[in-house]
């Protein structure tokens, strides 16, 4: 029992957190398309650093997971 609700825990955190992202892509893709950038330079740096941050750790969180996944299927 509680190993499913840590699992259905860690599933919904997970949900949330590219919801978020996806959110987060749309408003940087709205703010360029609409040039609001000419008047908040920083705005856009901050923003791109954020989404490469997350695409970055995401990438190293699934790395990491395929090769525990691995490790594991050569026992």
Known sequence: ??????????????????AIYCWFLVNWYQDITLAHYEYHPVEIILKSVAILA?????????????????????R
């Open 1 to 18: 029992m509680r190993q499913s609700l840590l699992t259905t825990s860690v599933l919904l955190a997970g949900l949330l957190g590219f």
């Open 54 to 74: 997350y695409c970055y750790l995401a990438f190293r969180f699934f790395q990491l997971k395929l090769k525990t996944i691995r490790t594991f299927d050569e």
